[in-house]
Structures are given as structure tokens and as C-alpha cells.
């Protein structure tokens, strides 16, 4: 009824987004250490997305290295399903919700 055949595998030529994560050009980050000032602001913002646009999501606290030059900021995302992932600051990928994405 059916035969065997050697066949080759299917090899896609893009790896499919699977999650927020994936699709933010963002830069994830490890989570600040214990000498991180934190602002518990949290608030909507608007984050660059591949393949173009802008996605509205929710940050749940900044932090940033007191002591350190350059200062490195850092925001807790809103991933949903109960997920949080650190990013790195980008003002060029990043703004708070109403204000407008910076051009340059």
C-alpha cells in the first residue's frame, strides 16, 4: 500500500517568531545584579517589531547601574503568559506610549 522513499527533509528558509521576544528588535539582557536602582513605573510603551511597526506593551519597572559610565538602562517587558524579559534601552526602539518613535 505505501512505499518507502528516500526523501529530503524540509528545510525552512526563515525561523518562524514564536514568541514577543523573538519579534522585538530590543537587545535581551541578563536581569540587573543587586546594585541596580530600580524606578517601579510601570506603564505602556511602543516597541520596534522585525519586519516593521511598532507593538504597544507593558514595562514593569527600569533599572539602571548607578556607579557605572556609561549608565546602562535596562526594562522589565510584559511578555504575557506570566513571562518578564530584560532588555536594554534603545530610545530608537522604545518610547513610552503617545510619544513619538525618535527618527534617527
Avoid: H, K
Wanted: proline share 11%; net charge positive; glycine share 10%.
Amino acid at each position: 500500500m505505501f512505499e518507502n522513499a528516500s526523501v529530503s527533509p524540509i528545510r525552512p528558509t526563515f525561523r518562524p517568531l514564536r514568541t514577543l521576544a523573538d519579534a522585538l528588535l530590543l537587545r535581551p539582557v541578563d536581569a540587573p545584579g543587586p546594585d541596580a536602582v530600580w524606578s517601579l513605573a510601570p506603564g505602556p510603551v511602543l516597541a520596534a517589531v522585525r519586519g516593521g511597526g511598532w507593538v504597544r506593551l507593558r514595562v514593569l519597572a527600569w533599572t539602571w547601574n548607578p556607579a557605572g559610565d556609561p549608565v546602562v538602562w535596562r526594562c522589565a517587558v510584559d511578555l504575557g503568559a506570566g513571562q518578564v524579559g530584560w532588555f536594554a534601552y534603545d530610545a530608537r526602539l522604545v518610547c513610552r506610549a503617545g510619544d513619538r518613535p525618535r527618527q534617527d
